[in-house]
Every structure is written in C-alpha cells, then in structure tokens.
C-alpha cells in the first residue's frame, strides 16, 4: 500500500494585501498530505525581506537567523514525528491530527484514536495490499463483509455512523450478537465467525494503546459442533437424471452437483 508523504515549507505570512518587501509578517509552517493542507504559526514576526525562500531560513546576515533555523527545524522534527506515528499506528493520514498533535490541543485520544470502522478499513486495505502473501481474497471479504454489518448494525440500533473504541462494551457486543441473529438471520456459527474476526481488529485496537478495555473478556465465542447431513449416492443419481425444464433451476441443479462432487463450500450472504 501506498503512502502519500508528508510536504513541509515554511514561509512569511502576511494580512496585508500588496506585497511590499517590507510589510510585517508572521513565519508559518504549512504541512500538505495528498493535496490537503493546513497551516501552523510558529508564533515569530519578521519582515518579508529578511526571509530566504529558497533556503527557507532568514538571510545569512540576519542576527537572528542561528534562533529561526532551531525554530524551523524543531518543527520539521515534531511534524515528522507525528506523520511516522500515524503510519505505525495504522491511523489515517491526516494534517489536522498532525497539526493537532503539535500545537497541543488535542484532548486525551479525541482527536487521535481511531474509530472503530476507521481502523478496520485500514487492516482491510493492508490484508488486500499483502493479498498472496498468508492473506487470500476470501479474507479480505470476511472482513468487508463483517466491517458492512456493524456499521449497518450501529446505524439501526445506535442511529451512530461509528464507535470510538474506548466506548465498545459487553452490552454492545450483546446487542450486536442479537442484531445478526434477529435482523440480519445469521445462523449462530455464522454470527461466532463474524465475532472472531470483530475481536482482531479490537485486539489490534489495545495493541496500538488505542483502549485498554476488553469487552471480549466476558463474551464468549463457541462454535458449535454442526452434524452435517448429506445425500446418497443413489440421490445424486435420481437429481443427475431428474429432467428440468426451466434452464434456471437446471443451472442452479448443475451448480448443487458441481460443489458436491468438488467439496466447494457455500457461502452464505451473512
């Protein structure tokens, strides 16, 4: 998977509207991630004939210019601190967190932990970006499927479009089991299966430090034993000979007869 860079430049920003050389300015940092920007005061006037813009410092001659270049570079530090966290955390890259990260406003994990569908879409797309290497297209629509049934499910119940994680409890896992099996009609292995691949992602979510709760603790996941029935060969037979009109149903036998013979699974819409 691809990783847009994060661009860094700083430049003297002015409210004045004509562009004398030597109108007062304030130094900004200005941060772009795929065509997104957003802009940081570095809190230092100066006039704009003093700025170098191609070595993006004051000129050499400048007293102060030994205390902008430890100002601009600290910067540069702190924003490249906060990009390589959003990458190792799986985060979205966005210059708002970034920018939030470094002026200090962000309230505890507010701003910066990930919503629950948010991180899931990210180990989606890293599971689809290692396809062939230990992850199949079977186990990226696993998790697709499961990511389109709690959102589905947190909209009906919850009238919620996402769930930060630190707000994820038993009662949720409880009504999220009651809403595959009553809304949706997924059998109980199915709703266990869709529970095992919730619970990665959430102990993805701890590893991360993005909760220190697990509701998963007091939820138990069983798979029960399932006696599977199936036909005799004499049976196979009768519906391999059986004459059907409609080519549809003929089709749909053809198919039934095709996984019977090759051991192919079905794949129900749950």
């Keep these: 998977m691809q990783l847009q860079p994060l661009k860094i430049h700083f430049y003297p920003k002015s409210d004045e509207s004509n562009d004398g050389k030597h109108i007062k300015c304030t130094l900004y940092m200005r941060l772009v991630i795929n065509g997104v920007r957003t802009e940081i005061s570095l809190k230092y ?10 070595n993006q410092c004051l000129n050499s001659m400048h007293p102060n210019r030994g205390y902008v270049m430890n100002l ?3 910067y540069r530090q702190l924003a490249m601190d906060a990009y390589q966290q959003l990458v190792q955390r799986d985060m979205p890259l966005d210059v708002s967190i970034i920018r939030l990260k470094i002026t200090g406003k962000e309230k505890g994990n507010e701003f910066i932990e990930p919503s629950l569908l948010t991180l899931f ?19 990226v629509q696993k998790y697709s ?14 009238k919620k479009e996402d769930f930060r994680f630190s707000n994820i409890n038993l009662q949720f896992l409880e009504d999220f089991e009651l809403y595959l099996k009553t809304y949706v009609q997924c059998s109980h292995n199915t709703t266990m299966k869709h529970f095992q691949t919730f619970k990665t992602i959430h102990k993805a979510a701890m590893a991360h430090g993005y909760t220190d709760k697990d509701p998963f603790q007091k939820f ?28 549809g149903m ?10 019977c013979f090759t051991g192919l699974s079905y794949i129900h819409n749950c």
């Design 45 to 54: 006037d100066l006039n704009k004939a003093d700025w170098d813009v191609k």
């Design 72 to 74: 601009v570079n600290k």
């Design 220 to 247: 138990k996941i069983r798979i029960e034993e399932v006696n599977r029935c199936y036909l005799s060969e004499k049976e196979l037979e009768a519906l391999m000979e059986l004459n059907i009109p409609q080519s």
């Design 250 to 259: 003929a089709n749909a036998r053809d198919l039934f007869l095709f996984c």
């Design 121 to 139: 879409e990210s180990i989606k797309q890293r599971k689809k970006a290692l396809q062939g290497k230990n992850n199949s297209e079977s186990t």
């Design 145 to 158: 499927r499961c990511k389109n049934l709690l959102a589905s499910f947190m909209k009906t119940v919850y």
